[in-house]
């Protein structure tokens, strides 16, 4: 049993236990029994990564980890607290980390969590802490009867900014154009978001090798269109 350790995190994650999908089962793996336990602890000591990075970042739904694992090692100086639910999405990040230890990157400003993202900021985000918020290529949700499951439709996303520290950023990405519009009306008619920058962007000026993540490379090299915006918090 390989472990993995961090000095930020209370529990090692035990990644060989991580189990990928079963045949019938959706992959979908948050322990629902634990929903609403007190007992359960943070699994971030906050003072300790305050006390040591300048910013503490955090993506949701990272996926197999490319764009976490890029941003930890050209930013040590910041954490990056890097969420995914999907056991066997969170398995591949989690191989991809362990080979990076192997050869020496010990990216100790990246925290691996593999855990619902809504029930990580509900229960223990502190307020105005994180500096930047990613959420590149979420789950577009496309019927009308899922709209409420979109982020920035979801009443959640108030306890989102609370978490995010005035002035800190909120960077969305995604290869749907009616979720990005959609995204910025509620961004900024909503929840009072300032805009910060928008970017429209195919294969033709990011070349598919050069995407941040899965989704982006698999988007720019079959021919997608990439719209990203990033908002900011008022002071
Ligand atoms: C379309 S994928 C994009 C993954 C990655 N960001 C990329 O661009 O390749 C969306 C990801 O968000 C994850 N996700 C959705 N809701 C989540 C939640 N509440 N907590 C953690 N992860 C979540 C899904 O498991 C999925 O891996």
Redesign the pocket.
Known sequence: MELTTNPFVSAEIDFDSIEGPKRGLRP?RYPLARAGDDSVVCPIDWSELQARFGAIDLE?????G??PIRRALTEPSRALLA????AL?FKKFAGRIRSHREKGMGLENLIPLH????DLVARWAPEDLFDTVYL????PHPKEKQANQRWLRMPFFGRLLKSVRPGGRIVLATNIESYWSEANEFALLTWGLESDSDRVFTSSKVPPFAGR????RKTLATGGTCFESIWRKPE
Not at 60 to 64: A, L, N, Q, S
Request: hydrophobic share 40%; with cysteine.
């Open positions: 979908f949701i739904g990272c996926g197999v490319f764009h969420v995914e639910h999907t999405k855990m619902n993202a809504i590149l290529y979420p789950n993540t899965h989704f982006e």
